[in-house]
């Protein structure tokens, strides 16, 4: 059985090693300019910090007594030109891969929409590659549509 519950101080160690992950297999395979060492080097102080803001949420899943993934949100205000309203914005959703299609990521996804809306947000926002197929396939069953396009053009 798996549950979803906030993560303490004590398990920034392994929030760090669960964000590795996915840097190595999101961005790392589907963004050019990718640190994926970013998570050893500044992970730590990153994962302090948002679970001392109170408008941000760090979520681990388990699976027994291991942690098989994590979600990260926050509370984002609107820009000076829309209308003043609150977004959650899932800025990272990861389950390790031998516990996939158990639901883990759902659970995790769900945590945050749950979180998002007792926080009075208008709508809950998430960013993913479009390269990355699975994801863009999870997020749509989870009910997120594409509302905006970002291109690039490389240099």
Avoid: K
């Amino acid at each position: 059985m798996t549950t979803v519950e906030p993560a303490t101080l004590d398990d920034v160690d392994r929030l760090v090693e669960l964000e590795a992950g996915l840097f190595r297999e999101d961005a790392g395979q589907h963004e050019r300019f990718a640190d994926v060492t970013w998570p050893e080097r500044e992970g730590r102080v990153d994962f302090e910090h948002l679970l001392g803001n109170p408008s941000a949420i760090v979520l681990l899943a388990w699976a027994d007594t291991v942690t098989v993934g994590f979600a990260v949100g926050y509370l984002q205000p609107s820009a000076p030109t829309r209308l003043p309203v609150t977004y959650g914005v899932l800025r990272s959703l990861y389950v390790e891969p031998a516990h996939r299609n158990a639901g883990v990521g759902s659970q995790l996804s769900a945590a945050f929409v749950t979180w998002a809306r007792a926080n009075g947000c208008a709508e809950a926002h998430v960013e993913s590659y479009v390269a990355n197929e699975g994801a863009q396939r999870f997020y749509a069953r989870h009910g997120f549509e594409a509302v905006s396009v970002s291109s690039a053009l490389l240099l």
